[in-house]
């Protein structure tokens, strides 16, 4: 094949593409467009659509800078903008921060669904939940914020306590359970990363460290799970019970 810009003979198409990339410095187009039928290049030859006929991208994206559009207030009556791609423009901003003065009496209210209030552990904040979700798992926190806070708290001055054979005890954790999250047993691959390895005993609860750090004492876990396990015991998912399911 001829080279299209020095006429150079190639014997095959990609050797013709090959040497256009690298001697002049421009890849050859190898996707269609389907919107407007023009070619164009793709690193990894998937896409469908140019850069000017991408249906998520520019103009045709409903968020774009400018694609706002204005109306008209169906409660009072004043003029706003708002992005098309949402939900139809019907309430302004000020009327939806004051939904509850208007909107009526909330669902959970009007349904008659019982709510219980918690107290939370970091701040104090007395809030109200579902007394079903209260009964499926522990509200103790009233924001994921005071639950990071919290966490960390857990976890303040204790960097030397894994030392020693933590490191060890680790990896023969990950080893023996599959770099496999124990609990609800998503994979490495899956999270992108290794499972972190949980202490069933909390190494706080140790007054030498080391005497924490034993295979029978740990449990891999995702984040998630790890999260839930620091507010719930998990006995129940040691990797012995788990690897019988």
């Given amino acids: 094949m001829d080279c299209p810009t020095c006429g150079k003979l190639l014997s095959t198409e990609q050797g013709m593409r090959q040497h256009h990339t690298k001697v002049h410095g421009d890849p050859l ?16 030859a998937r896409l469908e659509f140019c850069d000017d006929c991408n249906p998520n991208g520019g103009t045709n994206n409903g968020n774009w800078k400018g694609g706002k559009e204005t109306t008209t207030c169906s409660r009072c009556g004043s003029t706003f903008d708002f992005y098309p791609s949402d939900k139809p423009g019907i309430y302004c901003p000020e009327c939806v921060a004051n939904a509850d003065t208007f909107l009526g009496t909330p669902y959970y209210e009007y349904h008659d669904i019982e709510r219980v209030k918690t107290v939370c552990e970091w701040c104090g904040r007395i809030s109200t939940v579902l007394k079903s979700k209260a009964e499926r798992e522990p509200v103790r926190f009233c924001s994921q914020n005071c639950l990071s806070h919290w966490l960390s708290a857990q976890w303040e001055n204790t960097e030397n306590a894994y030392n020693g054979r933590w490191r060890s005890v680790r990896r023969k954790a990950l080893e023996r359970d599959d770099h496999t999250c124990q609990r609800c047993g998503i994979t490495r691959e899956e999270i992108g990363h290794e499972p972190d390895v949980h202490h069933i005993v909390p ?15 740990v449990i891999c876990l995702c984040r998630s799970c790890h999260r839930y396990a620091e507010i719930e015991p998990i006995e129940a998912f040691s990797p012995s019970s788990s690897q019988g399911e």
Avoid: I, M, W
């Fill in 29 to 44: 187009p190898n996707r269609t467009c389907s919107g407007c039928g023009t070619e164009f290049y793709d690193p990894k």
């Fill in 203 to 217: 190494v706080r609860t140790f007054t030498d460290p080391q005497l924490a750090h034993t295979l029978d004492n």
